[in-house]
């Protein structure tokens, strides 16, 4: 490799580093926040589909989906690796509630003690 082959790649590896550092720098939050919203859709819609071959009782189904998506909304802006961590959580506890192919209203109950689900209404 002749002399200034390598000068011109050690110039261009350091202006692409430099320009990578500042994209991420600047654009980096959206980048985190565009794909955190997408994974945790994906996991919902996952969990969704889980839940419709599992669980039978539609009005149940509904109430877990609800409570979920609530709690998803709660922790849309926390840091991704803790919202992921949450999400999964009660994803988990869910799943086990679901392992008897039925959900109850003392699994609903606790649930929404996990979640911290508030069933009144918000003024719009």
Known sequence: MRKGCFFTSIALVTVAIGAGSYIIKKYGENFLTFGKEKIMDKAIEDFNDYLSKKINDKSMKDSV????KDYENKIKDDKFDLAMKKI???IDKVKVFASDDVIDSTEIS???KITGYDERRTKD
């Not at 989906?65 to 979920?68: D, M, S």
């Open 110 to 112: 606790e649930l929404k």
């Open 88 to 90: 999964g959580d009660v």
């Open 65 to 68: 989906l609800t409570i979920v």
